[in-house]
């Protein structure tokens, strides 16, 4: 091997080095992104859970409440009166608290739109590694070529040479062992073209599982702003109550019945939001992209392989038997 060539392997050994190391610091900037969001949106739906709680127990405060009122009585009454109080500052303060979960999902949907952009880049460099592992298939179909023709050179050497009988015979057979060894390449190569493929319509999934993220996202958005309705409703029937209960005299049992009735109402549509089952699927969506990550680390170790692999194989075919086009840099 002459140094030129030499010296042309080195360059293009770099040229893949670096190549594989921009697109493996990409996919880790990807990783670290998704796990920060994971971690935010853990955070969301343990305040959800938690918000969940704190709406039963107002309600059942005020289920209390209106049955103490009910009892009669100017002490109860004004014991309930303080108990109705108590409940609209934690109404208040728990329709704060939802406003502040619908700000920090909002924040959480911005940033969605920047991961799929690294993705989509993250995917344009795995095509450049495939186009990179074409041009070396190329070079070694030509490889192919040049041996068939040097096995047509020794052939009519065989023929027609001054050379010895033993020497000809030689020259065939090491012509017919380098065609082997390059139809060995070209197996090889195509294997490796086939995995790529193959990692091409992984990270197109991917992709598709990053849009899925997002719909869920939007749809935890819709529950939030739901849920904080059903909050507000519960805070003005509690208010009607207190101002009722600033003259004991003036309490309508009837209107209590029907304040009862509100409540179980917002309560049965707080139970129709199925808070616990989106909450559920947001954690799947949240498992979801910890594998993505995984499976990218995993690709990054595969295609780092194959480049070793394609390399090695380039050394090994002998000087003059190829041309090397120059490596495009990412």
Do not use: W
Request: aromatic letters at 2%; proline letters at 1%; a negative charge.
């Amino acid at each position: 091997m002459s140094d030129t060539q030499e010296m042309i392997y080195q360059e293009e050994a770099s040229d893949l080095d670096k190549l594989i190391d921009k697109t493996e610091k990409e996919y880790n900037d990807l990783r670290d992104d998704l796990k920060g969001k994971e971690q935010e949106v853990r955070k969301l739906l343990d305040k959800g859970r938690s918000e969940q709680q704190t709406a039963d127990q107002l309600l059942a405060r005020a289920d209390a409440a209106k049955a103490l009122a009910e009892g009669g009585g100017e002490e109860k009454g004004r014991s309930t009166f303080r108990e109705a109080e108590t409940i609209l500052e934690d109404l208040r303060d728990f329709d704060k608290r939802v406003n502040d979960n619908k700000t920090a999902a909002e924040d959480a949907l911005k940033k969605i739109p920047a991961i799929n952009a690294t993705i989509m880049a993250a995917n344009q460099k795995t095509k450049q590694a495939e186009a990179a592992l074409g041009n070396a298939a190329a070079d070694a179909r030509e490889a192919k070529n040049k041996a068939e023709e040097a096995e047509k050179i020794a052939g009519s050497v065989q023929k027609g040479s001054a050379k010895t009988k033993q020497d000809a015979e030689k020259a065939f057979q090491d012509t017919n062992k380098l065609d082997e060894e390059v139809g060995d390449m070209m197996d090889q190569l195509d294997a490796a073209e086939q995995e790529l493929a193959r990692k091409k319509a992984e990270a197109d999934q991917d992709m598709m599982m990053a849009g899925m993220a997002t719909d869920n996202a939007k749809e935890a958005e819709d529950n939030a702003r739901k849920a904080k309705s059903a909050v507000k409703t519960v805070l003005s029937t509690i208010t009607v109550l207190l101002d009722q209960l600033g003259n004991i005299d003036k309490v309508d049992l009837s209107k209590l019945n029907q304040i009862d009735e509100s409540l179980k109402r917002a309560k049965g549509k707080m139970g129709d939001s199925e808070l616990d089952r989106k909450l559920t699927e947001l954690n799947d969506v949240a498992r979801t992209q910890e594998d993505m990550i995984n499976d990218y680390d995993r690709q990054i170790r595969e295609i780092r392989d194959d480049i070793t692999n394609l390399i090695d194989i380039k050394k090994t075919l002998p000087e003059g038997c190829f041309n090397t086009p120059s490596l495009e840099r990412p």
